[in-house]
């Protein structure tokens, strides 16, 4: 009797996979939303390029030149406006980071209850958060009425400036109360989808908890942790509103400063304030950009060395 072997139908013909859907399909669902962005958005950059090298004029007359972008970068206040934009994205993001990861790691065993109080702070407006920071902080606000009843001041003024100091306290703390519950949600759910059992390995392993912690956990948490933070540093770059109602008067955030510029009595300023404004968002677009190479590039040297 002959016995003829039978090879595994895999070998011979590979069967299409027909749930795996068609590369282009995610890109037309996508067409709505990116057109409406693109359209919206687009559109509105377009029309300020325009006015702002004079090839619409605002009182009738056209003639292209670069003259508002030259007047804008000359401007005194605008290396001092960048400088405190970059000061309170970085401060602000760094200990949102620090305090996110800390309360992250306490929270990381907790029930489902941990994943909700993180999410209180989202829904709120932030111009609720700097209606409660001024009720709080501000030299007539409870805080300074507490101490004041109490006999540790002696008036108003001697309570310290939080808001609208020059070091932006009440900005930066107006931050953390909204950004820190944000990343620490996110940090959560990265946190307790790691296997447990690498950080178990190492405590066999003898490693300390610190070094558990730096070895182990917190190169796991990385994706989480950069992604957010360009999230959050985008945001805080560009918010307007915090450093106008919280912030110092002089010098003024970047955005505040297009925003000055823009509603200035003089007319002949429209277009200096198009520029600004066409200049912060060239800069924010290329700070994102820098950011995300500079973690690629981080993630491919530890990748490489690794792997030697």
Not at 248 to 257: E, I, K
Not at 264 to 281: C, H, K, P, V
Request: hydrophobic share 55%; net charge positive; aromatic share 10%.
């Amino acid at each position: 009797m002959t016995f003829v072997k039978l090879q595994p139908a895999s070998q011979h013909h590979s069967a299409p996979n027909l749930t795996q859907p068609f590369p282009w399909r995610a890109y037309l669902l996508m067409l709505p939303a990116v057109g409406i962005v693109g359209l919206l958005f687009g559109g509105g950059l377009v029309l300020a390029v325009l006015q702002s090298i004079g090839a619409i004029g605002l009182l009738g007359e056209r003639q292209i030149s670069l003259i508002a972008y030259q007047a804008a970068l000359t401007n005194p206040e605008f290396l001092r406006s960048l400088s405190l934009s970059l000061y309170i994205a970085v401060v602000a993001t760094g200990l949102s980071i620090i305090l996110s990861i800390g309360l992250a790691l306490l929270l990381r065993t907790a029930g489902r209850w941990a994943s909700f109080a993180c999410q209180i702070t989202l829904p709120i407006p932030h111009l609720v958060g700097i209606v409660g920071v001024l009720l709080l902080l501000s030299p007539s606000g409870f805080i300074a009425r507490s101490l004041y009843a109490l006999g540790w001041v002696q008036s108003d003024q001697d309570f310290p400036l939080l808001v609208n100091d020059t070091a932006n306290i009440g900005v930066l703390l107006h931050f953390l109360w909204k950004e820190v519950p944000f990343i620490t949600l996110i940090l959560l759910a990265v946190l307790r989808s790691i296997n447990p059992a690498y950080e178990m390995q190492a405590q066999i392993l003898g490693a300390t908890p610190w070094q558990r912690f730096w070895n182990v956990t917190l190169p796991m948490m990385r994706t989480g942790i950069l992604s957010s933070s360009l999230i959050v540093f985008g945001y805080i770059f560009a918010s307007f509103e915090v450093p106008f109602l919280l912030g110092s008067t002089r010098p003024r955030t970047l955005p505040v400063l297009v925003y000055r510029a823009f509603t200035d009595s003089d007319i002949t300023r429209r277009a200096e304030a198009i520029a600004l404004g066409i200049i912060l968002s060239v800069l924010s677009l290329l700070m994102i950009v820098a950011y995300s190479w500079l973690v690629s590039r981080g993630g491919q040297k530890r990748q490489f060395t690794k792997d030697a």
